[in-house]
């Protein structure tokens, strides 16, 4: 039988915080996740440091989490740091899991991303760094765009497809943004609090067909952590009883098959 895994903390940043640097998004969370844990910086045996697209954005490779936190106060704990592009959030957070079942002790995981840098381009160039280096140019030669984002246009490819070969409708689709949007008007800390219908979402501006603006994620400047443990939290905290990571559908030629 497993060891069983609660999240003894948790905290998250406004999602439009254009006004703070990635250490002051770090910093701010981790106090704010410790706090509700009830626990000290020098508590943590581990951090599990998800992040994309700091490396090109800020041109801190390899260590991104250590200089980061460097002045968050965690100097007993080991950093990993977690670069999967879209999955990073949820792969740091399996990571995490995995270690508290292990008996590591307290593990805190940190997600934190800056996108908003005053230059678009090197922010989708950013994000494209989450497809393979070899097909780039095949994008850019195939699915240029008014939007200027090759990966809207291949996730409007995905879409397509998913409509072709299994029956997806674009008012799923929909109901997916009506879905999330109610949930964020309950968030205080969301970038987007007023929710939106079906047909507001199928009659917003295309972006590339069949998505329209409304169906495309936003540049975001946030943060978010939580704090877990192998123990059982007093106050009832929510345990993880399973922790489940696959890429794309489950195959892995699955970028590459539908560029």
């Given amino acids: ?15 439009d915080r254009r006004d703070l640097g990635l250490p002051d998004l770090a910093e701010e969370v981790v106090a704010a996740a410790l706090a509700d844990a009830g626990l000290d910086p020098s508590d943590v045996q581990l951090v599990v440091f998800g992040n994309a697209i700091a490396g090109r954005l800020s ?11 460097h002045e968050a106060g965690l100097r007993n704990a080991a950093v990993v740091n977690v670069d999967n592009s879209c999955a990073g959030g949820s ?13 590591t002790g307290v593990v805190l995981v940190v997600g934190v991303e ?18 393979p280096a070899e097909d780039r140019l095949y994008l850019h030669q195939h699915h240029e765009n ?42 205080p800390s969301a970038q987007f609090r007023t ?25 975001t400047d946030g943060a978010a952590a939580v704090v ?9 905290r929510p345990r993880i009883r399973s922790s489940v990571v696959r890429s794309g559908n489950g ?5 590459a098959r539908l560029a």
């Fill in 59 to 69: 041109d801190q490779g390899c260590i991104r989490g250590q200089v980061i936190l």
């Fill in 251 to 255: 195959e892995i030629d699955y970028h």
């Fill in 91 to 103: 792969s740091a957070l399996h990571l995490g899991t995995l270690a508290s079942r292990a008996g």
């Fill in 114 to 131: 800056k996108m908003w840098t005053g230059d678009r381009r090197a922010t989708l160039a950013g994000i494209e760094d989450g497809v």
């Fill in 146 to 187: 008014p939007s200027g984002s090759v990966l809207m246009a291949l996730n409007a490819t995905w879409a397509r497809t998913l409509m072709e070969e299994r029956g997806a409708t674009l008012e799923q689709f929909a109901s997916v943004v009506v879905k999330s949007r109610r949930h964020a008007a309950a968030n």
């Fill in 195 to 219: 929710e939106v219908t079906q047909d507001e979402v199928l009659g917003a501006p295309a972006v590339v067909e069949p998505l329209t603006r409304l169906m495309c994620s936003s540049f």
């Fill in 1 to 15: 039988m497993t060891s069983p895994v609660s999240i003894a903390g948790a905290a998250m940043t406004a999602m």
């Fill in 228 to 236: 877990l443990t192998g123990e059982r939290p007093p106050n009832g």
